[in-house]
């Protein structure tokens, strides 16, 4: 089972969690982003997320797809928030649970990392002298 949100709305890591909870599961990962006050040792304001959302939904349900197959997973959730966000606030979860910890951890690393290299998902940073667009990698 699957489950893919791409909202303005706040997320929730208990949604995630409960959803990939399952008697089989031996191994839950939950990846959870947050929203940094530095990069590149400029201090962050906030930041804001664009995407294509039909396209974007459509690539981390891909994602999700190969992840079950390739690491033998039960359950993924994955949400990502667009929108601005403050300092603190999460863009970003995944959970996986999987029969085995290690396949848990496994596929929740291939999902953020496929996530940020694939999925159409920008990422605006506010700085004090300026903003800038950039990929949504860290």
């Not at 303005?8 to 008697?23: H, Q």
């Not at 590149?40 to 304001?45: G, M």
């Not at 848990?104 to 300026?130: N, S």
């Amino acid at each position: 089972m699957i489950d893919i949100q791409l909202t303005a709305a706040e997320l929730n890591s208990k949604t995630c969690e409960e959803f990939v909870a399952s008697n089989q599961a031996g191994g839950t990962a939950i990846f959870i982003g947050t929203v940094r006050n530095q990069t590149k040792n400029k201090s962050v304001l906030k930041l804001e997320f664009e995407a294509y959302i039909p396209m974007a939904k459509k690539e981390m349900q891909k994602i999700a797809e190969q992840a079950m197959q390739k690491f033998d997973a039960i359950k993924i959730s994955i949400h990502h928030r667009v929108g601005v966000l403050q300092i603190g606030e999460i863009p970003v979860i995944i959970a996986v649970s999987t029969p085995h910890r290690k396949a848990a951890f496994e596929a929740c690393e291939f999902c953020i990392d496929t996530l940020k290299e694939t999925v159409p998902i920008w990422k605006k940073e506010f700085f004090d002298d300026g903003e800038v667009w950039v990929a949504a990698h860290p």
